[in-house]
């Protein structure tokens, strides 16, 4: 492997900039090529910005294909977002008995899009995934209730840390072989936004971070990301790893008939010892502690009195 090569992995940890090295490709025979595919449109400007090429290292060639092509789905688990998160007396984690859990928003976009390439005809067929206790089929019945065409349930009662979720994910991404995999950029329950970078270092894949539109034509994903600056156009080759921002789709409501179906459709059950993946798990959290309370707010006549009071407080 080329000595540039090998920080490939180590710049696609980062989501901002993985997107962008994970744009580059060889041409199949291991010689890197130059491609000039960046466009980022600013908001609040009326014209583009367009990068000049770069030459990286090549990365190996491409083994799927586009026109009849498998998609994995990451399909997470959390509390719902419409609960209000209570930590518990001890302090030892949130209180999660009795309360709802759903699909993190993030991940049902992500399921979204599979099925919108499924029915353009691009995808054959989307398969989700989850890791979690035995009680998480039901989530994944959801999925299959959306229209995914079968599931994958690998079973533990731990929690699970980004790079260990992207281990696991692995795995099952060198059993399936997909053509591309589709995560939310984020959970909203770590926000840790990391499994999907982690996935295609480990994976040796490009990578599209915070997509906001996708479009797939052959063998290139055209993705656009949404950035500081304001939206940023990449190609990328297949297989490759997509995460989703919130602008990418609205997900379809699930219908009755769709629930019933889903009874029927497959779900592999794999336990997570089974696959032999190495613990990422290099962090150990101590405590968890609500927000502070906020004080009551306090009424002044006039600027003197307000500079007087955050005086007081040592705020000035």
Do not use: C
Request: proline residues 6%; charged residues 25%; glycine residues 8%.
């Amino acid at each position: 492997m080329p000595e540039t090569q090998e920080h490939f992995p180590a710049l696609a940890m980062d989501g901002r900039y993985a997107g962008n090295a994970g744009a580059f490709s060889g041409d199949g025979h291991g010689r890197p090529v130059r491609r000039s595919i960046f466009r980022i449109w600013p908001a609040r400007t009326a014209h583009a910005v367009e990068f000049a090429s770069f030459q990286v290292p090549a990365m190996r060639p491409a083994t799927g294909t586009a026109k009849k092509m498998k998609v994995l789905v990451a399909y997470k688990r959390v509390v719902d977002f419409n609960v209000r998160v209570q930590v518990k007396p001890d302090g030892s984690g949130v209180v999660t008995e009795g309360v709802k859990l759903s699909a993190n928003p993030f991940d049902d976009i992500a399921l979204e899009e599979a099925l919108r390439l499924r029915e353009k005809g691009v995808a054959t067929e989307v398969v989700v995934v989850t890791i979690g206790p035995a009680d998480a089929q039901s989530h994944l019945r959801n999925g299959l209730a959306m229209g995914a065409n079968r599931a994958i349930h690998v079973v533990t009662t731990n929690a699970i840390q980004p790079l260990t979720a992207a281990r696991t994910l692995l795995k099952l991404v060198e059993k399936e072989q997909p053509g591309l995999v589709i995560l939310g950029k984020q959970a909203i329950d770590d926000d840790s936004n990391q499994t999907g970078q982690m996935l295609a270092a480990l994976w040796n894949r490009p990578q599209a971070t915070f997509a906001s539109k996708v479009e797939i034509a052959g063998n290139i994903a055209k993705v656009t990301r949404e950035v500081d600056a304001g939206l940023e156009t990449i190609e990328v080759d297949l297989p490759a790893v997509i995460t989703t921002d919130l602008r990418l789709n609205e997900p379809r409501f699930i219908k009755l008939p769709d629930i019933m179906k889903a009874k029927s459709k497959p779900l592999e059950t794999v336990d997570f010892a089974s696959l032999g993946v190495d613990s990422g798990d290099h962090l150990k959290t101590t405590t968890y502690a609500p927000p502070a309370k906020r004080s009551k707010g306090v009424m002044v006549k006039d600027a003197a009195e307000l500079v007087a009071t955050l005086k007081t407080k040592g705020l000035l």
